[in-house]
């Protein structure tokens, strides 16, 4: 079990705590850290289908960092909280986890979930906005996400995972030739470093359950 950083207090009677599960689908691809938002239905998303990454998802997608995220959940309007893994999540592995909110903060709640596949140019698994359920869990199967803010050359010059160790990373113009909106990843088609046969996937890529604690 990977252990949990949480944003938020846990006294009052307004805090709500919800259990967080997630477990990684695949067969070499590494997740970054996994987090987990709460925030205000309604409020400006995390991500969006079609749309443009915003600065925070375009950085956790193409380095798995997630400090631009944190600050979203602590720091903008309608965000309450959030919870994030102390490490990454290997394939085959679960992160177990909990998640602590203020309700007078977010009325309606909501959750959004991000981490990048490791071993990918700006791919992450992500879920917008999905209800918090009290009377029995939420469980979600999220498919990989293409942040569109790079170019997908399968180059280990331009990914942090472990498939590419050794490689210097290069400051080249990641984002020239990128697709420029977030779509459903089309995966790996072995154009560059890396095997489709061992780095690829098939939809979904991770199983993720937020049940009440």
Not at 13 to 35: A, C, E, G, W
Not at 100 to 118: G, M, R
Not at 157 to 176: D, F, I, L, Q, Y
Request: charge should be positive; aromatic fraction near 8%; proline fraction near 7%.
């Amino acid at each position: 079990m990977l252990s949990l950083a949480s944003g938020g207090s846990t006294s009052g009677s307004s805090m709500k705590t919800y259990k967080v599960r997630v477990t990684n689908l695949t067969f070499k691809q590494d997740f970054s850290p996994p987090i987990i938002v709460a925030h205000e239905k309604g409020s400006r998303p995390l991500f969006s289908m079609g749309g443009k990454a915003r600065p925070a998802i375009k950085r956790m997608a193409e380095e798995g960092v997630n400090g631009m995220v944190k600050v979203i959940a602590t720091r903008e309007s309608g965000f309450c909280g959030f919870a994030v893994a102390e490490g990454p999540l290997l394939p085959g592995k679960t992160w177990n986890g909990e998640i602590t909110f203020d309700t007078n903060k977010c009325k309606e709640p909501v959750y959004s979930v991000v981490a990048k596949l490791t071993n990918t140019n700006d791919a992450f698994m992500g879920i917008d906005g999905s209800k918090f359920l009290d009377k029995c869990p939420s469980k979600r199967f999220p498919p990989a996400f293409d942040a569109g803010t790079e170019k997908n050359n399968e180059k280990c010059t331009c990914m942090p995972g472990r498939a590419c160790p050794a490689s210097p990373k290069t400051r080249e113009n990641h984002g020239r030739g990128s697709e420029g909106f977030i779509h459903v990843h089309r995966g790996i088609d072995g154009v560059g470093d890396l095997s489709k046969a061992d780095y690829g996937w098939n939809n979904p890529v991770a199983e993720v359950v937020v049940s009440k604690a």
